[in-house]
């Protein structure tokens, strides 16, 4: 399982039993059970700040806000350390409920888990780090404590270095995914012999400045609602984005090229053109672009390969979970294969 599955587990098993200690807490004890729910609260909103917003930690979050309401009368009573008499039949009965929710959300947890990433583990190089700064002034490593970075660089590579020059590809996720989404269709292009770079951005003033988008931890959801319940409004906004042209800037300034190097752009729905504009303004090099977007047979274009990385979004969006990496594996192949007949026919 991944850390985001046992995170939410963690708080559902708070919540739970929080809830349904009426069944074998000792009446002439102190309530001290009731505080449960609040722990959960507290995890629930970590996990949101942790692995970002998404429809699944929300409902979590509503469940734990839910329940630590209701104890929040059996909380001050345990602080006043009044011993239990009997419990409320209100309280059993909510209790009852939110117990219930929790146990069917453990349930839809497992279920809507995504696919293990040992499944896709290969024989690649991976590496991330922290950088603070922005477009206009530059980019510095983050190595001292109590420094808010501003993006967090992805890295991917094969094992043995190629002498002849790297093979570059620099990825630009929408706003409705992010980095982690495409893990194993890195490690799988990492495995095909190129150099993958891709960034999460945490914070928004390492953007441009006509950059409108919201803070990390909300980008996708928002994004995500907006492309689901108003598809029209959505694409009229990524349109006027510059939020993927500039990932691509922040990754050619830190990948390094070189002469021998060569570098591709890839994003996933270049609804704004942003890598006709990257290629026409830049001063290095670049091969040339592909969209995932155009893939036969993807159908969560934008999203990422959510089928293997968040089936609870997939079953949303009507695509049939699959926990056997087929599509990330299938997106590298066909992007490999492109890049690879394109330097054939340049050379």
Known sequence: MTNQVLADLLVLALLFIGNARFLFVNHSQKDTLS???????????????????SFENFLIFILALFSSVWNVRSVLRMFSEVILDQYEIRLISICSVNALLAA?????VIYFRPMNPKKMRLPVKQTSALYSGNISEGFSEVNA???????RL???????????GRKIILFASPETANSSLYNAFFCKLANNGFYVYAVDVLRNNCLSSETDVPLNFTRRFS???RKIF????????QKKSSFAEDQFWILLSLCNPTEKDTVFLVTDEDLSGSMQSVIQKSLIKIFGCFDLAYIDGYRTKGAGPVENTDPFLASILGVQMDRSGYMSSHLGTVLSDFINTQMINEY
Not at 104 to 108: S, T
Not at 154 to 164: I, K, L, V, W
Not at 230 to 237: F, I, M
């Open 230 to 237: 108003n598809s029209a409004a959505y694409e009229e906004k």
């Open 154 to 164: 992805f890295s991917f590579g094969p094992e043995t270095e190629n002498a002849s």
């Open 145 to 151: 404590p109590f420094v808010f970075p501003g993006f």
């Open 104 to 108: 069917l959300m453990i349930f839809a």
């Open 223 to 225: 994004a995500l609602k």
């Open 35 to 53: 505080i449960l729910p609040f722990a959960g609260l507290f995890v629930s909103v970590v996990n949101i700040f942790v692995f970002t917003l």
